[in-house]
């Protein structure tokens, strides 16, 4: 392999999917999805036999409704510290991890002075170990006044967030390097405001539109107000922009509208920041899937890396995962991607960093507890860790890389 020195190895994880506790829009709208969710699971496996056994018996199984409620989650908030052990123990040198805005700043203006020292705290134990945090603002979620004032349709959003940014930015001035404003943007809008799967749940297009353009503006104006705070932040975003190797209209219009965002934003980003999961189906599947039905196509991944390097910036992966509860296909899915990213170095391809998803299982937004993401597994009913073999084998792949 042809991994430089100072390349980035580690793994990624949300505050609203790993924290537990938390008071936001997403929490609202599981209290009120939760049972309509596992009544239609249950439907579904009455119907087809959708998930194996060995994926019910794990707690909670998608036909319960706390599969749906985040709840405690990994109750990561308390235990980060523990967890960051572990991940330093695998090997990693870097972590990406997301702030909660609802926790910041629960009420409008009024930033909490304590919840900026557990992230500042949460930085240092990352530093502690040797590992570089990389801080996303937005994975998601919005605190409940924003949402009140209409989330992102609203105009003033924009400017409540670049605000909440330029906050987070002077605090952290001296401690942070790498910031992703938004996670994955246009994915999220599509979600919340065309097929309804994730609050505010509007199948609107004109709004979706507005939507668009507001995180759009959002980034941009954030991008600019951190950097005049320190010129030597290196800011970004996600974004999943997927291989496009499909005829259907779908998947055509999520690989235009995900590259479009990242085209318009290129004056105001300092690195490419890509999530990569899988192949877009062809019709029938040809590859091997994860629990979630996502086909597994490590060589999409030197593609898109060979198409990301039209915009001459430093490319990290910032998301890399697969949803796999009986652990046997996580190891060769990761080894297989990684040599990947080396064949795109080899071709001199700026990349700078890999990041697995998910250092623990997590809530997986709409789909629950249930999809095992984690180089670690929990065990949700008394918080117990467990390293997975397959986080013994990146390990494997990261020491390989390792100077003498
Ligand atoms: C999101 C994560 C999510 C993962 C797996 C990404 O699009 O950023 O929050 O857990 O996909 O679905």
């Not at 509007?202 to 503006?217: E, I």
């Amino acid at each position: 392999m042809f991994f430089q020195k100072n390349f980035y190895w580690g793994a990624s994880t949300s505050s609203h999917q790993v924290e537990g506790n938390n008071h936001n829009d997403w929490t609202e709208w599981e209290k009120g999805v939760a049972r309509q969710k596992s009544q239609l699971a249950l439907a579904r496996q009455m119907k087809g036999n959708v998930w194996p056994e060995f994926i019910l018996k794990n707690y909670p199984s998608p036909l319960e409704e706390e599969n749906y409620i985040s709840g405690e989650t990994c109750d990561h908030y308390n235990r980060f510290k523990e967890d960051f052990d572990i991940a330093k123990t695998l090997g990693h040198n870097a972590h990406r991890f997301s702030i909660e805005w609802s926790r910041i700043e629960p009420e409008e203006g009024k930033f909490d002075a304590k919840e900026i020292e557990h992230y500042r705290e949460v930085i240092r134990a990352l530093r502690e170990r040797e590992m570089e945090p990389f801080v996303t603002l937005w994975h998601w979620t919005l605190p409940l006044w924003v949402r009140d004032l209409g989330g992102w349709e609203n105009r003033k959003t924009v400017d409540y967030f670049v605000r909440y940014c330029r906050k987070l930015a002077e605090e952290f001035k001296n401690e942070v390097t790498f910031f992703i404003t938004l996670n994955e943007p246009s994915l999220w809008a599509s979600n919340a405001y065309r097929t309804g799967n994730f609050p505010p749940a509007k199948k609107n297009l004109l709004v979706f539109n507005q939507v668009f353009w507001n995180l759009h503006r959002g980034h941009a104006r954030a991008y600019r107000a951190m950097k005049e705070i320190n010129q030597n932040f290196s800011v970004g975003i996600t974004q999943n922009t997927g291989e496009i190797r499909s005829s259907l209209p779908l998947a055509n219009f999520y690989y235009h509208l995900n590259t479009f965002f990242l085209k318009t934003i290129q004056d105001v980003m300092d690195f490419v920041g890509l999530d990569y999961y899988r192949g877009v189906p062809v019709g029938k599947k040809t590859h091997e899937t994860s629990d979630l039905g996502w086909e597994i196509h490590p060589e999409g991944l030197y593609r898109v890396l060979k198409r990301l390097a039209r915009y001459q910036k430093p490319i990290f992966i910032l998301e890399n995962g697969i949803a796999d509860a009986a652990d046997t296909k996580r190891a060769h899915y990761i080894v297989d991607h990684t040599a990947q990213i080396s064949r795109a170095l080899v071709e001199e391809i700026d990349v700078r960093g890999y990041f697995y998803w998910s250092l623990l299982d997590n809530f997986e937004w709409g789909d629950g507890f249930w999809p095992r993401f984690g180089l670690v597994e929990v065990d949700y009913e008394t918080q117990g860790r467990k390293i997975r073999e397959s986080a013994l084998e990146y390990k494997k792949v990261i020491d390989s890389q390792k100077p003498d």
